[in-house]
């Protein structure tokens, strides 16, 4: 067996760095791929002649730049997504006539009517106050709103629990930074939302994957893990998982609550697209409501451009979000917590939800006929489906001739955490392409690229 031994660059910079830079670059070569176990810290700094704390220091560049991950027990490996582009989201624009069947788009043209909206509040005696800086938690008739909200998710909340937030994202962002310090390490399923993944790097928070089955975390993965590493929170969505669609049962979410618990965790819990589907189950939040954040968003089922959020957190955590919400934005504009909190009042919201519901449903019946060769897993009325891949198919693959074929897809890769093996998969958006025509056109296209027709 060869031993990886990096060519380091003499350039001037640091050693750590020039192991670094030495690793990025093999990882790049194809000299190095992911799920490949690398030299222990000892071993290494003896074969290229440095000491073991610069190796340390070298892994930990590498970690922090998404290269590699390190097991307690296990050792240091290429990380799964290594060359990968974690973000969802492409800056440049996108390829005229290009379908979009990768990022979800929450159904546009059944948002709530903002004219409307806008004329409603134009007629309040001041609206001006939507216009001024108010308490980072947001305003009190926003914040009971978002009680109102978190209540649809089965979450049971008050005013005075509720944080408003610029969006989930923006949730997530004050929960790291408030409730968590740099190298602190937090749980989450082995497949992921990539948003938490880039959010973790960025504050130096790691990452530590947890084996799924079909219904998302092992509770039993999750104890051994927190008995091999100093765990200081769990992220979780157990409602219509992102990307795999895994739902928790009643006693699966017990089980974790338990584990939780026992180990002092910080549940976060992130339940994005719960409200596709109208099977809800309690959160596993509501069972340990004293040691949980749960996020309650608007985007994927009114209307993402408001930017709302609603956080429910347990007092002892209050200050330090709220700090954190001052620290980065100041407040949710509360403007934009306005419209949310009437259309929740009103009904409105509601309604939307079901109409989305509807719209999915047609889409996820044409999937069921075009695809009806492949294994997939989905909600009837879910915004996304995770699409099993015949041999010799990877989601890395299937990213690129779809790409080819003008189509954007995300493969499994894309949700992979530290070394965990990526499936042959991939999540298909259900809501992305804007017409059924344009839908139908790129599930053919997939299914022709797997078929070689």
Known sequence: MTIYAPNMAKDGKALYKALADAIERDISDGKLVPGERLPTHRDMAEMIGINV??????YQEAERRGLLSGTVGRGTFVASDALTATAMVAFEPAAPGSLEMGLISPFYHLDPDLTDGFRK????KDPSVFMRYTDPRGLPEHREAGAKWASRYGMPAEAEDIIVCAGSQNA????LSGLFTPGDRIATDALTYPGLKTLAAMLGIRLVPIAMDEQGMVPEALETACRRNDIRGVYLMPSVHNPTTATMSSPRRDSIARVAQSHDLIVIEDDAYALTDP??????ASRIPHRSVYIAGVSKNMAAGLRIAFLVTPKPYRQPLAQAMLNTIWMA?????ELTAMWINDGTADAVVEAKRQATAKRYMLACDVLEDFRFRGKPTGF?????????????MLEKAASKENVNVFGAEKFTVGDSPAPAAARISLT????????CRGLWIIRNILTNE
Do not use: D, Q, Y
Not at 279 to 284: A, E, F
Not at 432 to 439: C, K
């Open 53 to 58: 704390s610069t190796v340390t220091k070298g």
């Open 121 to 124: 509040i134009a007629r309040r």
């Open 172 to 175: 997530l962002t004050c929960t």
């Open 279 to 284: 099977t809800l189950l309690p959160p596993v």
């Open 333 to 337: 504009p509360p403007l934009n917590a």
């Open 384 to 396: 996304f489906i995770w699409l099993e891949l015949p041999e010799p198919w990877t989601g890395t």
């Open 432 to 439: 992305g392409a804007e017409t059924m025509e344009e839908f």
